[in-house]
């Protein structure tokens, strides 16, 4: 969850407007992805082990009540895990597992991603011999979609990466609860400012490792590196946006995701990795729950 320059020549140095594309990207999939799942009219149940106060619960009685803050608490520390477990194995030169954790893992994924959405399409569209063909073609869009990220084209590896990134931020917003929603995002805007400059991810990137370990992670668009969580979250706070707060909300929010990365990129140095989501989640969320005011 970070941005950084990967960038040979000094003279080409220099962040520039293309580089918010893959934020421009994300947002219109969250929003698209969002819009289906609203209108294909199904009620999920949330994940969250620990079930909280309703959402029309007073904020201040809300917010002293433990449960959110013990499924946000469970969410970062599964987050953390994973990045403690990725340094682990590079640190013991166990490279060869890592990759292949990572295959395994986002195949899963990314199969998870197709079939829950092309199940919600076809229940918007209500075809059965659509249906059928549908789900059969699951399987061979997962491998088509894995065989993208280890293309040598930026552009095709950006629209898998946010296919499928967008795709599971939009769909953790129906998920995950009303106040535990808004501790995640805030948590893990603050746990990517430690992991980036004090924990795992600044440990990961000192140890200057061939970055094509994370093809399935990090997001390389001309000499911008993306972390697909930064996309997941941004794709969770559209979401969250638009079904408490509606499209005019959602629209804000993304106004201010687009605010704060543009604020990130220009603080980013060459070479050195910076938080991608304090900013863009802080004013992002912030103009959402002031849009209702107005």
């Not at 619960?57 to 477990?85: D, R, V």
Request: aromatic share 16%; hydrophobic share 55%; proline share 4%.
């Amino acid at each position: 969850m970070e941005y950084s320059l990967e960038i040979k020549n000094e003279a080409e140095y220099k962040v520039k407007a293309i580089h918010l594309l893959p934020i421009f990207l994300n947002i219109l999939s969250a929003l698209a992805y969002t819009f289906l799942i609203i209108n294909s009219g199904i009620e999920f149940e949330y994940l969250p082990i620990f079930n909280e106060v309703p959402e029309y619960t007073n904020p201040t009685e809300a917010l002293l009540n433990p449960k959110p803050y013990l499924n946000a608490a469970l969410f970062i520390i599964l987050l953390t895990s994973g990045l403690f477990l990725n340094y682990f194995l590079i640190k013991k030169n166990l490279r060869k597992i890592l990759k292949f954790l990572f295959l395994i893992s986002f195949s899963i994924l990314i199969y998870s991603i197709l079939f829950f959405y092309i199940f919600i399409l076809n229940f918007v569209i209500n075809n059965s011999i659509i249906s059928s063909v549908s789900f059969f073609l699951t399987f061979p869009l997962s491998i088509i979609i894995i065989k993208i990220f280890y293309s040598k084209k930026d552009l095709l590896r950006l629209l898998a990466a946010i296919s499928i990134g967008s795709g599971a931020g939009s769909a953790l917003g129906f998920f995950i609860p009303y106040w535990t929603s808004i501790l995640i995002l805030i948590f893990a805007s603050i746990y990517d400012i430690i992991a980036v400059f004090k924990g795992p991810l600044k440990k990961i990137f000192e140890k200057d490792i061939d970055l094509t370990i994370f093809r399935f992670s990090l997001i390389n668009f001309k000499g911008l590196i993306i972390g697909l969580g930064d996309i997941v979250f941004y794709s969770l706070l559209i979401s969250f946006s638009f079904i408490n707060f509606g499209l005019i909300s959602a629209i804000v929010a993304s106004i201010g995701i687009i605010i704060g990365s543009c604020i990130t990129l220009s603080l980013l140095k060459k070479d050195y990795p910076f938080p991608g989501l304090p900013m863009p989640i802080f004013i992002g969320l912030t103009l959402a729950c002031l849009s209702l005011i107005f």
